[in-house]
């Protein structure tokens, strides 16, 4: 059974580029969150996919955006990068069904902006 | 909002010693509660869960109880080996649609032989 995989691993960027990130779930889940975890610090909430559609949205600007497909997987995108936005970008899955109590988490991508 | 706080680290323990991270929580309705565990260069992995008052959630040999009345969720165990070295994260979700995770901040945990 495949957990959460994400790709790429590391990212490095420079300020101003944009980045996509992307998400599988874990098998037969249907609801992807992503968020975003800097150096020393617990992972903060970016936005919630469920059926496609974007569920719930945390504190962060609109240059981070994202998408899910029909097979359930996501996309994260992020323009204009800032400094500020070098973490590690955490993609959890979840069953709606069970109100998503359990979020599974991937190994995240590290993205490092310069 | 919602809000959880959790000791600071790092807490440094020898091998067998017992550990508690202390977790308190604030949330406007009737909060799940988790603790994450995050090996060095990995993503989270649940450690255990509680979704109602006095639950206790008990994975490998961890344990956290739920307490409504001081609103806090502590982590502990027993004795603790070299491999439970790694950062613990407290986390809260309201259970209403969405669920998102809110987190501590983390606190690192060091075991020595």
């Keep these: 059974d495949a957990g959460v995989t994400q790709s790429p691993t590391h990212l490095i960027k420079t300020r101003g580029q944009q980045v996509t990130l992307r998400c599988s779930p874990k098998s037969g889940h249907d609801t992807v969150s992503w968020y975003q975890q800097a ?35 996501s996309e994260l995108n992020v323009n204009a990068l800032l400094l500020g936005d070098s973490a590690l970008y955490l993609c959890a899955s979840s069953l709606e069904v069970n109100r998503g109590e359990t ?6 991508t590290r993205l490092l902006v310069l | 909002g919602n809000s ?14 017992f550990l508690t991270i202390n977790c308190t929580y604030t949330a406007t309705g009737y909060p799940s509660l988790f603790w994450y565990v995050q090996y060095p260069g990995e993503g989270l992995q649940l450690l255990l869960k509680a979704t109602k008052a006095d639950d206790k959630g008990s994975n ?6 739920y307490r409504k009345e001081t609103t806090s969720f502590h982590l502990e165990k027993g004795s603790v080996q070299v491999s439970d070295s790694a950062v613990y994260f407290c986390a809260l979700s309201e259970g209403a649609a969405g669920n998102k995770l809110t987190f501590g901040g983390g ?7």
């Design chain 2, 4 to 17: 959880v706080t959790q000791m600071e680290g790092p807490v440094t323990l020898s091998e067998e010693a």
């Design chain 2, 60 to 65: 490998k040999g961890f344990e956290a109880t």
């Design chain 2, 107 to 113: 606190t690192r945990v060091l075991v020595k032989p």
């Design chain 1, 39 to 73: 150096l020393g610090q617990g992972p903060q909430f970016i936005f919630q996919y469920y059926e496609e559609e974007e569920r719930q949205r945390g504190n962060f600007p609109d240059r981070f955006s994202g998408h899910q497909f029909p097979n359930y997987s």
């Design chain 1, 103 to 108: 979020q599974y988490f991937g190994p995240g």
